[in-house]
């Protein structure tokens, strides 16, 4: 799978809109990019993904760049309880039981101040 | 829907102790994941499963972790003997049939596991 690259921390107004960028140069044609956030003591929660249209959920939208090397996840009116580690993860994704398992990184440190 | 279930949400145990980490994936999921996750190294996965059948383990630290599904609903994690360094939160999660559209992975909330 792909690396990736996530600014380790970011602030975000409450209200305001968050975009939370990544960076992953070397993708491949058939992997795709994943959005997990994770809160304080809880399970990662997944959160969108996609290949290479924006995609759009009740959660986020998604943006990648038109030689997929990046995308910015946009959580469009940041609350409090969103607050978490946002972990984006790119992976080969097919019924094939090998490309089931996520890789995460680091993540990004999401605060959203009142 | 209950999502995956995960017990003890907390457990405390002494060096060299038994120590059994229990999953009830979610219903019809096809694949069980265990993760690890430690503030030094983060998320890691230590085994999952596809249809009950341990597919790969390489995450396994040591031959004091094992990892058994007997059935479709359950797995189990097991240390023994424990070490202070297994402290860390074990996170199990299911998976259903891909599609292009889904197949995102369901943790659970997780099993504290502290070491003393």
């Known amino acids: 799978d792909a690396k990736t690259t996530q600014p380790t921390s970011m602030d975000c107004a409450e209200g305001r809109a968050a975009n939370l960028p990544c960076n992953h140069s070397t993708i491949s044609g058939n992997e795709y990019v994943y959005w997990y956030r994770q809160i304080h003591s809880q399970g990662p929660q997944y959160i969108i993904h996609g290949l290479k249209n924006n995609e759009t959920n009740e959660m986020a939208s998604l943006i990648i760049t038109e030689d997929r090397k990046s995308s910015t996840l946009i959580l469009p009116h940041a609350t409090l309880r969103d607050t978490a580690v946002y972990y984006c993860?790119?992976?080969?994704?097919?019924?094939?039981?090998?490309?089931?398992?996520?890789?995460f990184g680091s993540g990004t440190q999401l605060t959203v101040l009142p | 829907d209950a999502g995956v279930i995960q017990s003890p949400r907390h457990e405390v145990t002494e060096m060299g102790q038994e120590v059994t980490l229990r999953c009830k994936p979610i219903?019809?999921?096809?694949?069980l994941f265990w993760y690890r996750q430690t503030m030094m190294r983060g998320l890691e996965l230590l085994i999952y499963f596809n249809n009950n059948v341990p597919i790969d383990d390489s995450g396994m630290p040591e031959d004091r972790f094992s990892a058994k599904m007997p059935n479709a609903s359950f797995s189990t994690l097991k240390i023994q003997p424990s070490e202070p360094r297994d402290s860390a939160v074990y996170f199990c999660?299911?998976?259903?049939?891909?599609?292009?559209?889904?197949?995102?992975?369901?943790f659970g909330e997780g099993s504290r596991l502290t070491v003393l």
């Open positions: 993860i790119v992976r080969v994704d097919s019924a094939l039981g090998s490309a089931r398992q996520l890789t």
């Open positions: 219903s019809g999921h096809d694949y």
């Open positions: 999660a299911s998976s259903g049939v891909w599609t292009p559209n889904t197949g995102e992975l369901f």
